[in-house]
């Protein structure tokens, strides 16, 4: 049995899926299985897997989203420890080594990411999160997003515990989970890139107004739904979900949705009255002249 699981979901990914399989059999920790899961590609990504056949699991499903494939692939998984790949971006060789030896040596950790590097056409551009954060990050990481999909590498036993991905969203269920675990597990950072994020006209997050959407329902989820948050915490969940509010509502109104944009100002008043009723004002005035 593998000791790691590396579970690659993808979808209509024929140009650039070879290259990402190829940087997981590059690694030179060697003890992996490769799962791809393919959520109803009509492409031509089967076909460019073909001669990789013999090196990786080939799953094949009906289009369900990013959050179904992965939980898919965990499901097809043997590993004590997973390691999650967007179909697009590409790991460092010995990325898998590193964390497997951080594992080894802080035992207590559940979840280990790293710096990413993204680039464009080969052309490298910014390398995050600037600033990296172990230990008990739960407070840290709803202040601000900044684990990356594909530097994950998380123990089976914390899945098991905080359950699979949330398939009701469709951009915002890793930042979901990665909250859950990190409410119940210590987690760990590596201050190295260990992963390129590729950016293309097509990446899943382009849809800013879908994605401060499901941010929203994230914060939400988490202050309403959470058991044991302390005061600190619901002080940032309060302003998040005023601040995300203000942001969806200023999309909606830059879209001429001004009933709909409503709706959300009237929620960030509920959660911070005082502080969002002057900033948003000034953010919709500001994007109406």
């Not at 059999?25 to 073909?50: F, M, P």
């Not at 590993?79 to 497997?100: C, G, R, S, T, V």
């Not at 056409?121 to 594909?150: C, D, H, M, V």
Request: aromatic content about 14%; overall charge positive; glycine content about 6%.
């Amino acid at each position: 049995m593998p000791t790691v699981s590396v579970i690659i979901h993808t979808y209509n990914n024929e140009k650039f899926i070879v290259e990402t399989v190829e940087s997981v059999l590059k690694q030179t920790y060697n003890d992996y299985e490769i799962i791809v899961v393919d959520d109803g590609s009509e492409d031509g990504t089967r076909d460019a897997l073909l001669p990789y056949m013999h090196k990786i699991r080939y799953h094949y499903k009906e289009n369900g989203g990013i959050a179904s494939a992965k939980n898919a692939g965990i499901s097809l998984s043997k590993a004590e420890f997973i390691a999650f790949l967007d179909h697009d971006d590409l790991w460092i060789p010995n990325k898998l080594k590193i964390q497997m030896e951080y594992f080894n040596k802080s035992p207590q950790v559940g979840l280990v990411y790293a710096k990413y590097t993204s680039f464009r056409n080969n052309k490298k551009l910014r390398t995050k999160p600037e600033k990296g954060y172990s230990g008990w990050i739960f407070a840290k990481l709803i202040s601000k997003s900044f684990i990356q999909t594909s530097t994950v590498m998380v123990k089976r036993d914390c899945l098991n515990v905080v359950g699979p991905f949330d398939e009701s969203f469709a951009l915002a269920d890793e930042y979901d989970m990665f909250l859950r675990i990190a409410k119940r597990f210590q987690c760990g950072f590596i201050d190295k890139g260990l992963t390129k994020y590729r950016i293309h006209d097509t990446n899943a997050s382009k849809n800013d107004l879908l994605f401060d959407k499901e941010n929203l329902r994230v914060f939400k989820k988490v202050y309403n739904v959470y058991t044991g948050l302390d005061e600190k915490e619901k002080k940032i969940l309060k302003k998040r979900i005023a601040r995300y509010n203000i942001k969806v509502a200023r999309g909606l109104y830059n879209q001429g949705q001004l009933e709909e944009s409503m709706k959300y100002q009237k929620e960030a008043f509920e959660y911070l009255p005082f502080y969002n009723k002057v900033f948003m004002n000034y953010v919709l005035r500001g994007k109406a002249s």
